[in-house]
């Protein structure tokens, strides 16, 4: 999208969320959370995140780790009367790790971070093709060896496919390429089994049948980050996430802990 129709299309949607969202209160139900990084800003401190959450606290908000957060939707066991969240991020930007980690670490909270292999090994020319084409940001990825720590100190590491690239195909030799070829390069470097895969883009029209059937098939746990006042998408098969940002004003964060249904 042009940089510019970008710009003021969020500028427009911050105006909006600002009305829609005075007054918001959190709903009872178990919300996953999904976002990419701390800020856009790169010079923005964890300070942020960080008042976001004892804000959230303060609100009645409930933090759970991610895989409870997963068991139970998966088992249907539903709070009545908390609002409980756990958190996702996306693309494995470095800052999850130098700026986002330490924040949760404070909360003793664990998250679940989906990353793109290719991005991590990628050349210059790779990496910065997919900055500027794909993910439309200048940040770099973390590290193996910063993603290993992640892991081992208990966070979820998923698959993000290889390269972020829309699955909106029926072709089965590329969907089988990305999904099953980001899950072993992972389960090689970090000498564990990975159970969760969310599709690019997130959103149900970004993926094709066949890859939801190819993903389901690799991977226990599938997410989108779409249709988020359900539970599931594609008759179950799918786990729905909601996008927000660490540095996402209280009241647009609180405005998307919704009611929910099946
Ligand atoms: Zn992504």
Not at 17 to 31: F, T
Not at 70 to 86: D, Y
Not at 152 to 179: M, N, P, R, Y
Request: net charge positive; aromatic share 14%; glycine share 4%.
């Amino acid at each position: 999208m042009n940089k510019l129709v970008y710009r003021y299309r969020s500028i427009f949607r911050r105006y909006l969320l600002n009305i829609l969202s005075s007054g918001a209160k959190p709903h009872a139900g178990i919300h996953i959370l999904n976002g990419h990084f701390l800020s856009v800003n790169n010079s923005a401190s964890p300070e942020i995140f960080q008042k976001l959450l004892k804000n959230l606290n303060e609100n009645g908000v409930k933090f759970i780790n991610f895989e409870e957060a997963v068991n139970r939707i998966i088992k249907s066991e539903f709070p009545k009367n908390e609002c409980l969240v756990a958190f996702t991020w996306d693309d494995g930007f470095e800052e999850c790790f130098s700026k986002i980690k330490p924040v949760l670490d404070t909360w003793n909270l664990k998250a679940a971070f989906f990353i793109n292999p290719n991005f991590i090994d990628g050349d210059s020319n790779y990496r910065e093709n997919f900055k500027k084409n794909i993910v439309l940001t200048d940040k770099n990825p973390m590290t193996w060896q910063m993603i290993k720590q992640m892991s081992v100190e208990g966070h979820t590491i998923g698959a993000h496919t290889l390269d972020h690239l829309s699955l909106k195909t029926e072709d089965k030799d590329f969907l089988k390429h990305q999904i099953e070829g980001s899950k072993k390069i992972i389960e090689e470097q970090l000498n564990v089994e990975i159970k969760h895969f969310a599709f690019p883009f997130g959103q149900l029209k970004h993926i094709s049948n066949v890859g939801v059937e190819i993903a389901c098939k690799t991977f226990p746990y599938v997410y989108s980050q779409d249709n988020y006042r359900n539970y599931f998408s594609f008759g179950g098969r799918v786990i729905n996430r909601r996008h927000f940002e660490c540095d996402w004003p209280l009241n647009h964060v609180l405005y998307f802990l919704k009611s929910k249904s099946l």
